[in-house]
């Protein structure tokens, strides 16, 4: 069992930075973090993913302002959001995934509105 536990999002205008991160209650068996992102009315969409092995991955629409970035020694993940635009405003998700299991934060909801 993998618990995930997001920090707060929050309001930020366009143009500005929001960095959250994700404790991870372990990493054994863990094969990749990712970070996906809801926005109202929209299906849930894959933002970027980091493997166990470091292999990195963006959605092209965050691709150039978002990093994914893994701290092993304190089990955390963490999403750098920068240069953000109303459409990024969402609730953003941390996920887990184990062989044949996939593991949730509960969320957390980032506005990007002047």
């Known amino acids: 069992q993998v618990q995930l536990v997001e920090s707060r999002g929050g309001l930020v205008q366009p143009g500005g930075s929001l960095r959250l991160s994700c404790a991870v209650s372990?990493?054994?068996?863990?094969?990749?973090m990712r970070w996906y992102r809801q926005a109202p009315g929209k299906q849930r969409e894959l933002v970027a993913s980091?493997?166990?092995?470091?292999?990195?991955n963006y959605a092209d629409s965050v691709q150039g302002r978002f990093t994914i970035s893994r701290d092993n020694a304190k089990n955390t993940v963490a999403l750098q959001m920068n240069s953000l635009k109303p459409e990024d405003t969402a609730v953003y998700y941390c996920?887990?995934?184990?062989?044949?299991?996939?593991?949730w934060g509960q969320g957390t909801q980032v506005t990007v509105s002047a």
């Open positions: 980091i493997t166990s092995g470091g292999i990195i």
């Open positions: 372990t990493i054994f068996g863990v094969n990749a």
């Open positions: 996920n887990a995934e184990q062989t044949g299991r996939n593991y």
